[in-house]
């Protein structure tokens, strides 16, 4: 019998390996959760930047038995003057009868993550204490999540103590949004996009390409947002749709806002997921979020939540009525590098260092 105190050990996931996943997936998730993921899976294969290797997707085996695995999928992102290979996490689980051992720790300490991908760098998004990233090597940030209410009935109904009370505050908070919408028609001021038009897309073309090296951040650490990337992320994407737009000026494409509309906690709720727009075009971006906002209002959503770390975008949400939420709220960020990491790449080790927003994760997704 193998010994209880074994070290997990980490490898990576191959096609052989693929019953053996879905098994793990049925018994270690909820029915909805685990569907989500089994459809995922040819689109992970898929990917632009998929390695010979395979997905990035690494199972975590204890005792001879699958204990857990991580699955995320390749980018490359640009960092200062360096592109790298990198590997977006969203998914890190372990098998209930598993849990509270540790495992991942463990196998951090007998076998480091980055000794088994061909990447140079992690990172992805969690909720966990900060001790646990650590434990496994990730440098942790914080976010705060922005917010713009557009029903008060739902939100409020939400976290009202009284459950009783919550149609009354549904009512109440609906109808005094409603009430100051109106109140304030006469005062609200659309962007102006000069010569610019807001387009709806289904698909993104070669444009975006031109528009990645006229936006992108120089001093940031940035997912490189070509259309083969884009594309897959948004468009072939099995378990979720999304709404594109873009901002056009003559034949040229000045940016782009992805966004969904999904439900949270029984609410009907929005997302800004994506968005990319030059710095020097501070027209673009507000006129985007203006447009995706108008459009999750008319699906019903009680509210729109994104996180970025760009200046630019704050400065615009901000002036279009979003809000820190509470810091209980927060998401922390964190990257892992590879042993080989230059310092040029060390030095993105904080959110802050990046240009980051909810497309750089799977937070759009959360239900």
């Not at 997990?8 to 685990?34: K, S």
């Not at 807001?198 to 259309?227: C, G, H, N, Y």
Request: aromatic share 10%.
């Amino acid at each position: 019998m193998p010994a209880v105190d074994e070290i997990p050990v980490l490898r990576q996931y191959t096609p052989a390996d693929r019953q053996r996943a879905f098994q793990f997936i049925g018994e270690a998730l909820p029915p909805d959760a685990g569907s989500r993921l089994l459809a995922q899976w040819n689109w992970r294969e898929s990917g632009p930047f998929t390695h010979p290797l395979g997905p990035a997707v690494y199972l975590l085996l204890h005792n001879g038995e699958l204990a857990g695995f991580g699955a995320g999928y390749r980018v490359k992102v640009a960092m200062g003057g360096t592109i790298c290979d990198a590997e977006a996490l969203g998914n890190w689980l372990v098998h209930p009868k598993m849990r509270g051992r540790n495992l991942w720790g463990r196998a951090q300490m007998g076998q480091p993550v980055m000794r088994t991908i061909p990447s140079q760098l992690l990172f992805g998004w969690s909720r966990l204490p900060a001790r646990v990233p650590r434990r496994v090597g990730a440098r942790g940030s914080s976010l705060i999540p922005l917010i713009r209410i557009l029903d008060a009935g739902p939100v409020l109904a939400h976290f009202a103590a009284n459950r009783l009370a919550r149609p009354f505050i549904e009512r109440i908070g609906s109808t005094m949004t409603a009430a100051v919408r109106t109140a304030t028609v006469p005062f609200r001021r659309r962007s102006h996009p000069g010569d610019g038009r807001i387009v709806q897309m289904k698909a993104f073309d070669e444009r975006v390409d031109a528009l990645w090296e006229r936006a992108r951040r120089p001093t940031k650490a940035t997912v490189i947002r070509e259309s083969r990337y884009l594309n897959w992320r948004y468009c072939q994407r099995p378990d979720a749709s999304y709404l594109l737009y873009g901002f056009e000026q003559a034949n040229r494409l000045d940016g782009f806002l992805v966004a969904r509309r999904t439900m949270y906690r029984g609410m009907p709720w929005g997302y800004l997921v994506d968005f990319l727009a030059p710095e020097d075009s501070p027209e673009v971006l507000p006129a985007l979020i203006e447009e995706a906002v108008d459009a999750l209002r008319r699906l019903g959503a009680a509210a729109v939540v994104t996180y970025t770390t760009d200046a630019a975008a704050i400065a615009a949400l901000r002036k279009r009525r979003f809000f820190y939420a509470p810091k209980k709220y927060s998401m922390g960020f964190g990257v892992v590098f590879a042993e080989n990491a230059t310092q040029e790449i060390r030095n993105f080790k904080r959110a802050g260092s990046w240009y980051l927003t909810m497309g750089d994760g799977d937070l759009e997704l959360s239900e």
